[in-house]
């Protein structure tokens, strides 16, 4: 076996920077801008999102999810 040869998957942040910058993203082939999920939940577990007329909830799980119910 050789010692240099390391199977262990890396982490999906591994190698990045602290200060690198957010993932692109893209809808329908455009761009769209990327909002860190601290930035909408301002140290919160839960925030509240009004949208057409309706109340949506975004909710950070315990395990690092987010689920977003209406």
């Given at each position: ?17 602290p200060d ?51």
């Amino acid at each position: 076996m050789n010692p240099n040869t390391d199977t262990t998957p890396a982490p999906a942040d591994a190698g990045a920077a602290p200060d690198a910058a957010p993932p692109q993203a893209l809808y329908e082939g455009q761009p769209v801008p990327v909002l860190p999920s601290a930035d909408l939940l301002r140290g919160q577990k839960v925030v509240a999102i009004h949208h057409n007329g309706s109340l949506y909830r975004l909710h950070a799980t315990r395990q690092g999810k987010l689920i977003l119910t209406k």
